[in-house]
């Protein structure tokens, strides 16, 4: 059974940065296409970044363009999300997520595993 640990969230002022990690095991880590989910208190979980299994292609949703990385290293099984320029509208769970099929897709019906959470609160 694969499972998916977040770690690296926490409180942060506006324009500050968080590096959150996702740590996977019992799959094909390489295989897997990985995303960042997030949601806020009240909303539906929202896309934010997702990676392809090789790491080549990526794909952000607009707000987060320019300020949010996101990254893997398969020898580690493990997938980074670097968050710059942290806006409170930012503050939300963030969820890793797995899908099979290796692509960066952006629709939550496509991934297979899912991470507990990290909670990431940003201060204004």
């Known amino acids: 059974q694969v499972q998916l640990v977040e770690s690296g969230g926490g409180l942060v002022q506006a324009g500050g940065s968080l590096r959150l990690s996702c740590a996977a095991s019992?799959?094909?880590?390489?295989?897997?296409?990985m995303g960042w989910f997030r949601q806020a208190p009240g909303k539906e979980r929202e896309f934010v970044t997702a990676i392809t299994w090789s790491g080549s292609t990526t794909y952000y949703i607009d707000s987060v363009k320019g300020r949010f990385t996101i990254s893997r290293d398969n020898a580690k099984n493990t997938v980074y999300l670097q968050m710059n320029s942290l806006k409170p509208e930012d503050t939300a769970v963030y969820y890793c997520?797995?899908?099979?099929?290796?692509?960066?897709?952006?629709?939550?019906?496509?991934?297979?595993?899912w991470g507990q959470g990290t909670q990431v609160t940003v201060s204004s």
């Open positions: 019992g799959g094909t880590f390489s295989s897997f296409g």
């Open positions: 997520a797995a899908n099979k099929r290796g692509w960066a897709l952006s629709s939550y019906s496509f991934y297979d595993y």
